[in-house]
């Protein structure tokens, strides 16, 4: 059964912190993908970012890091020196390629970031 | 260009009204989800259309819960006989469908549906 799980709900950090949000995966699908998505107090869901399972490259954007790894099905996500404007709540999400793109979200990790 | 949009941005029904939740998806995308984000539940998948078809509605909680989608584009979510516990964020994503795997098929989100009842 495919599943996500987000085992920090709530992370609080000071201004200029790094910090990781962990997402942890399982699904039966050898191709999968995993998606990170932002939502601030106004609501919306923003996209952030999406890693296909045959790629497992690193990707930076920014101040903003992902690091996927299939061994452990592990997809992280680091901000480095945290802003105030990263205060959200963030989402994992797996789909699988023969399960209609539908997305799986795990529980959802709210960050503060204090000044 | 224009994201999804969804009307009503909020909605206070009483318990036993029918409710209707439309969604605008971005031009040219043929593939619409519904989600439900509740405090109990999460967010929670609920259906899928590919143009005017849904192929997937094994998230609709109740047969209270249907959905259309009419010219491969707008769709409407409709609840009858609403509950209490139908009190959600409801919101609608699309995606361009054209390529499934490919980059194109990241899901855009509109704001969401507030619905209170009663």
């Known amino acids: 059964a495919q599943k996500v799980t987000q085992a920090q709900t709530e992370i609080s950090v000071v201004e200029k912190e790094d910090v990781t949000l962990d997402c942890v995966y399982e699904?039966?699908?050898?191709?999968?993908?995993l998606f990170w998505y932002k939502q601030p107090p106004s609501g919306e869901l923003v996209f952030l970012i999406r890693?296909?399972?045959?790629?497992?490259q690193n990707e930076i954007s920014g101040r903003y890091s992902w690091n996927f790894q299939k061994s452990t099905s592990s997809f992280n996500f680091t901000i480095t020196a945290s802003q105030v404007v990263d205060s959200a709540v963030y989402f994992c999400?797996?789909?699988?390629?023969?399960?209609?793109?539908?997305?799986?979200f795990g529980t959802g990790t709210r960050l503060q970031v204090f000044p | 260009g224009a994201g999804v949009s969804q009307s009503p941005s909020n909605k206070v029904t009483e318990k036993g009204k029918d409710v209707e939740l439309r969604c605008d998806p971005i031009?040219?995308?043929?593939?619409l989800y519904w989600y439900r984000q509740s405090l109990g539940q999460g967010l929670e998948f609920l259906i899928y259309?590919?143009?005017?078809?849904?192929?997937?509605k094994s998230g609709l909680p109740s047969d209270r819960f249907s959905a259309e989608r009419t010219g491969g584009s707008v769709s409407t979510l409709t609840i009858q006989r609403t509950q209490q516990e139908d009190s959600a964020v409801y919101l609608c994503?699309?995606?361009?469908?054209?390529?499934?795997?490919?980059?194109?098929?990241?899901?855009?989100f509109g704001p969401g549906t507030r619905l209170t009842v009663l």
């Open positions: 994503a699309s995606s361009s469908g054209f390529h499934r795997g490919s980059s194109t098929d990241t899901q855009y």
């Open positions: 699904t039966r699908d050898t191709t999968y993908y």
């Open positions: 890693r296909n399972s045959f790629d497992e």
């Open positions: 999400a797996l789909s699988e390629a023969r399960n209609t793109d539908k997305l799986i």
């Open positions: 031009s040219g995308h043929t593939a």
């Open positions: 259309f590919q143009g005017n078809s849904a192929p997937d």
